[in-house]
């Protein structure tokens, strides 16, 4: 078994870095060695939207503190420390009257490995159609939807080191048109056992090309308004693009704790394929290992800065249940609310 791990994850690793030679070359820089704005170089953008209201409410320094379900999104290689039959369920109440949602389960496997299988979707409220010639709406809407469906298989190869892998497949879609991929993700985790200091590096996204089809690339038009010219099938084209390569790269720690108060903080580096790199710094205060409050920062954004959330926990023999809220002020568009809920055997 180890040996099989350890080629599948050689193999990812040769991949990441074919992946990331190729976008340094595309989105590197110019002959005038003038640096080129990655914004905007890639579609599936769902697929960097945070996932969980812990990992979120601490400013995303979670990749190495991560050790529910919510791994799946953070660093796969959390996910080994999900020893029972659990599930999680996160809502976001995303910008612009849009709704993410995640959703997973997992089961353990012997007594070093997991298996779990998650659903992510993004969707929008319904949006009107509008045209050059009516532009006040034509009567008619159309929704967005965008879904990742995937299984991650993690584990324990020795005592402190942990992996994850996430194979998925990735769906966007909206007014009649729809492309889709198949991608990965690889992460490792280790923990140095000196005051629970854990190192977290994971890189997500690596996958196809993806390119859009569907009936809404095509059309009818006529050449000229002659009443007697006949419509002819139009196609537009469609270019394939990729998809965002994240990379991550974690250090927490605890840095109090007694028998009723815990306190471990955390950070966060994360590069993107298509917007600057960005560095996040947060904390956990829990009580008695019931009642949590948490705080983060992020930096190198245009939008997200501080976040907070606070959470609870019911804990039993044969029975545990976590709810958690975060709460995201974005600078100039509004508030983003999550709310987690979940559950172990």
């Known amino acids: 078994m180890k040996k099989i791990v350890y080629l599948i994850a050689a193999c990812l690793v040769l991949m990441s870095t074919n992946n990331l030679l190729a976008l340094e070359n595309t989105y590197g820089s110019s002959k005038g060695g003038k640096e080129l704005r990655k914004v905007g170089a890639a579609g599936a953008q ?27 999104y953070w660093n796969p290689a959390g996910l080994a420390d999900v020893r029972v039959m659990a599930g999680e369920f996160s809502y976001t109440q995303w910008l612009f009257d849009f709704s993410h ?21 993004l969707n929008s409220s319904d949006i009107e159609i509008t045209t050059v010639e009516r532009p006040e ?4 809407e159309y929704q967005a939807s965008d879904v990742s469906v995937g299984v991650t298989f993690a584990g324990y190869l020795t005592d402190q080191f942990s992996f994850g892998i996430t194979a998925k497949y990735v769906n966007n879609s909206f007014a009649e048109m729809d492309a889709d991929g198949i991608a990965f993700d690889v992460g ?16 997500h996204n690596l996958g196809t090309e993806q390119k859009y089809t569907g009936r809404g690339l095509r059309s009818s038009k006529k050449y000229n308004d002659a009443l007697w010219a006949a419509p002819i099938d139009v196609d537009y084209l469609s270019y394939y693009h990729n998809i965002p390569i994240i990379f991550r790269a974690g250090l927490s720690g605890n840095v109090y704790k007694d028998e009723q108060h815990k306190v ?20 956990e205060y829990t009580w008695k290992n019931m009642i949590s409050f948490r705080a983060g920062y992020v ?28 709460i995201s002020p974005t600078f100039d568009i509004g508030l983003v609310n999550r709310i987690t809920i979940q559950i172990g055997l």
Do not use: C, W
């Not at 709406?137 to 008619?140: D, E, L, M, P």
């Not at 800065?305 to 975060?326: A, C, E, R």
């Open 137 to 140: 709406g034509t009567g008619y």
């Open 101 to 121: 949602n995640f959703a997973a389960a997992s089961m353990p496997i012997g007594e070093n490995f997991v298996i779990a299988a998650n659903v992510t979707s």
């Open 299 to 326: 930096f190198n954004t245009d939008q997200f800065g501080f976040s907070g959330g606070v959470g609870y926990s019911y804990l039993s023999d044969q029975f545990y249940g976590k709810i958690d809220y975060s």
């Open 46 to 72: 769902f697929l960097k939207i945070p996932v969980g209201a812990r990992g979120s409410a601490i400013g995303a320094a979670y990749s190495s503190m991560v050790n529910d379900l919510s791994a799946i």
């Open 188 to 203: 490792t985790m280790y923990n140095t056992g000196i005051h629970d200091i854990k190192l977290g590096f994971s890189i």
């Open 264 to 283: 471990d903080a955390g950070v966060g580096f994360t590069t993107l394929s298509d917007t600057p790199e960005q560095f996040s710094i947060g904390a």
